[in-house]
């Protein structure tokens, strides 16, 4: 059975970055695609960027594009999320998904296991 384990969350100044993992531990990575998720406090969850099994075809949220790059290495069953140029508003909850494929917008409702969350802060 595949299950998620976020890292690489924290506190950061506005105009920093970070780069989030997403390790997946279980026979069946290659098969999902897999879908970054984030929830601000008192907001809905937001679909941030999903990448498809094969690494292609990439998709972003639009307050995203041009800062945030998704990328998957299959040999050690991870997908990352390079964040650049980071704003207060990117703060929240990041959650890494599994689903069958990547569809845009993102539902919530398609991806099959949920890791537990990673806490991105940006502040000064």
């Known amino acids: 059975q595949l299950q998620l384990v976020e890292s690489g969350g924290g506190l950061v100044q506005p105009g920093g970055s970070l780069r989030l993992s997403c390790v997946a531990f279980g026979i069946t990575f290659d098969y999902y695609a897999i879908g970054w998720f984030r929830q601000a406090p008192g907001k809905a969850r937001e679909g941030v960027s999903c990448?498809?099994?094969?690494?292609?075809?990439?998709n972003y949220a639009d307050s995203v594009k041009g800062r945030f790059t998704i990328s998957r290495d299959n040999n050690k069953k991870t997908v990352y999320l390079r964040m650049n140029s980071l704003k207060s508003e990117d703060t929240g909850v990041y959650f890494c998904?599994?689903?069958?494929?990547?569809?845009?917008?993102?539902?919530?409702?398609?991806?099959?296991?949920w890791g537990q969350g990673t806490q991105v802060t940006v502040s000064s």
């Open positions: 990448i498809p099994n094969e690494g292609a075809s990439t």
């Open positions: 998904a599994a689903a069958p494929t990547c569809t845009w917008p993102m539902d919530a409702k398609e991806y099959l296991r």
